[in-house]
DNA sequence: CGCCCTGTTGACCGCTCTCAAGCGGCGTGG
DNA sequence: CCACGCCGCTTGAGAGCGGTCAACAGGGCG
């Protein structure tokens, strides 16, 4: 693990590896103590459970929020990727466990000094707030879609999401980060039926997979068509945090 | 549709109908223009859509957070109490329709002046703060078991939770405000079958129905077995009654 | 080459949905 | 007072989607 503290934040963003949200956030580090951290794959940042001492905010790389019950079954709350803060918690313990997806840096920032600083400084207070609220509006529409869709809708919302997150226009073709398991739990499906909706997805003509973690999409259209069983909806900022 | 000022959260609060959490929010209003309203079951708040123009604070009654797709699938997102604030959204038009359950008051904040007051306020902004954040944590647990569990352990699960909403000890018997529907699109289940899960509870012992709205739960220790998502756990002392 | 890990495919089963009928409380009106 | 209709809820029968269990495929790597 690999533990760094505030020039850390200078080179990143001078090399151009954060991205706006985060770049905006971190500078209004300098006055609180933050420590940046680097995490291998399916590495945990924090546990179920664990003192509620730091906020974090991802600067690079892809974090999991994952909910385990004690018989094994697992969901995932949220994905978060730069700029995404997390672990704010109402209470003063844990209730996910936020682990990194593939290799990522994230910075720890003291829960104390980060309150005491939104009291402060309502700039940084709205960004905070901003992102917490972007985070209950996503997970709306990801319990409605656990609750109320198909294998098929699920995933092909999954997909049109995730090509809204990237920067810019809606890119053509996706990469997928996690693995398939990461999706099932995140969909509420089993990896069965994720590989299933795949192919299924293929054989319509909506996607092609050259490779299992890449994911071109073929007809935004249609894909768009099964993701929105909610058409009216305007198309959420690609910034969400889902 | 009774609509008045200031001086009814006075008259609420000197009547006692307000519970402790509205109450320490309400302290902030005289700052704000509090508009005071009261809706008949059913009555739409805001609609999907409409202008982010308030906040709203669940005074009196319960109301329900809906969302509906084009081709009518419905999900509720959550249910709010008095205490409760709701409406908090990061774009500036409502993603979920506010409805109330049954006849309720809210009081709804002009969301320019609740943010200004969020920035001069430190006591005000960590209410709410901490009101977003347990409304994020409590999205959480309602996924994982609209993602992940049975028919059987959703409906034990609502109904442990609204137990543990009421003031004071765990009561032996739960009060449904709300219709079979409604738990129905909670859960992400059909009417029917929170119908049949209903019979079955009943069938094991483990509550009585006195009345379709009234819930006795009579053996706590199987049913809280049940809303952990916990398959494997042991069962507790049926004399382990909170 | 062979192992391991991830992902795919197949066969079968069961939970929940769908469609439909029946029930019961309550308000209305004769 | 009872008859009637409405609405919310329950119950039943059958179907389908996704889960479960199991085998297989393919790529990375020692």
């Not at 697992?74 to 672990?87: E, L, S, V």
């Not at 003063?92 to 104390?112: C, F, K, M, W, Y």
């Not at 000094?113 to 207070?125: E, I, L, S």
């Not at 905070?128 to 809708?153: K, P, Q, Y």
């Amino acid at each position: 693990m690999n533990v760094a503290v505030r020039p850390r934040v200078q080179a990143l963003r001078q090399a151009g590896e954060v991205l706006d949200l985060a770049d905006v956030t971190t500078s209004f580090f300098p006055y609180s103590e933050a420590v940046i951290v680097s995490y291998a794959p399916g590495q945990e940042v924090v546990g179920e459970g664990d003192p509620t001492d730091n906020y974090f905010l991802v600067m690079r790389g892809v974090f999991r929020a994952v909910k385990v019950t004690r018989d094994g079954r697992r969901q995932i709350f949220a994905f978060y990727m730069p700029g995404d803060m997390c672990g704010l918690e109402p209470d003063d313990t844990h209730g996910l466990t936020i682990e990194a997806v593939n290799a990522g840096t994230i910075a720890a920032l003291s829960r104390q000094v980060c309150r005491a600083r939104m009291g402060r400084d309502p700039q940084f207070n709205n960004a905070v707030f901003d992102n917490v609220t972007r985070a209950l509006a996503c997970a709306v529409d990801h319990m409605t879609m656990v609750g109320r869709s198909s294998a098929e809708e699920r995933l092909a919302w999954f997909l049109w999401m995730l090509g809204g997150r990237a920067r810019g226009r809606r890119p053509a073709s996706v990469e997928l980060a996690m693995q398939r398991q990461d999706i099932a739990d995140y969909l509420g499906l089993t990896i069965e039926t994720v590989s299933r909706t795949f192919t299924h997805l293929k054989a319509q003509g909506l996607v092609a997979l050259p490779t299992t973690r890449r994911v071109d999409i073929l007809r935004p259209d249609l894909l768009e068509r099964l993701a929105s069983a909610d058409r009216d909806a305007p198309i959420r900022s690609a910034r969400a945090v889902c």
